[in-house]
């Protein structure tokens, strides 16, 4: 099983549209998680935290699980700029470090 | 404010040479990390260093290289290139596990 998994995607969504993003990860000792966004051909670029009680930032509103080991962010109100992969990121095994989902794409169209 | 800054953008090697990627911080980051990017494959980690002098092996750390003698610097050795290590490098620093990643624009690199 792979260490951080995602909904495989691409999601196409129309402007305006909510979209949810989910991912599961495998080590129950991971303490930070986080959600990041990649633009085509850039770096990742850190999205939000997400903190055991969920919390929301304008438009965007993360969520964790730990009974299950799930973490969702959800997109209200998607506007074209939201278009990118994102990545779902938590502790690795590798001591201070962390692991990073494959990456679910998503384009919003106008 | 530079913050993490590769060099070089781009790279073709031959199969066998060899080359380091440069990595530089400015904001006196303790965690380094060196990741490589592959299409399908998503960021897999090769080597991380905790602080200056500290460094340990990653997800996939054969074929690379790494050392930190400043708190500043974390470069990345290729010791033989080969096509396997055709993908794109991200250098990502961090002051506390807490806080995530910032990433540098990354090295595009391939070996022919």
């Known amino acids: 099983r792979k260490e951080v998994e995602q909904d495989p995607g691409p999601f196409n969504v129309p402007e305006g549209a909510t979209v949810a993003f989910n991912c599961t990860y495998s080590?129950?000792?991971?303490?930070?998680f986080f959600w990041y966004r990649q633009d085509c051909r850039k770096e990742p670029k850190l999205l939000m935290s997400?903190?055991?009680s969920g919390n929301e930032d304008g438009r965007f509103t993360a969520q964790l699980n730990r009974a299950s080991q799930y973490i969702s962010l959800l997109i209200r109100d998607s506007k074209l700029s939201d278009s990118a992969t994102y990545l779902c990121?938590?502790?690795?095994?590798?001591?201070?470090?962390?692991?990073f989902g494959p990456g679910t794409r998503l384009s919003v169209l106008p | 404010n530079a913050g993490v800054t590769q060099t070089p953008k781009f790279q073709v090697l031959k199969t066998g040479q060899s080359m380091t990627l440069q990595c530089a911080q400015d904001?006196?980051?303790?965690?380094m990390s060196w990741y490589r990017q592959d299409p399908g494959m998503g960021l897999r980690l090769i080597h991380y260093?905790?602080?200056?002098?500290?460094?340990d092996q990653g997800e996939v750390p054969n074929g690379y290289n790494v050392s930190r003698s400043t708190t500043e610097d974390f470069p990345l050795r290729l010791l033989s290139a080969a096509p396997s290590q055709t993908s794109v490098y991200f250098c990502?620093?961090?002051?506390?596990?807490?806080?995530?990643?910032?990433f540098g624009s990354g090295t595009r690199l391939t070996v022919v």
């Open positions: 990502a620093s961090s002051s506390d596990t807490d806080y995530g990643y910032t």
């Open positions: 260093s905790v602080g200056a002098g500290i460094t």
């Open positions: 904001m006196n980051h303790e965690y």
């Open positions: 997400v903190y055991s």
């Open positions: 990121v938590v502790n690795s095994y590798y001591g201070q470090n962390f692991v």
């Open positions: 080590n129950s000792a991971s303490q930070s």
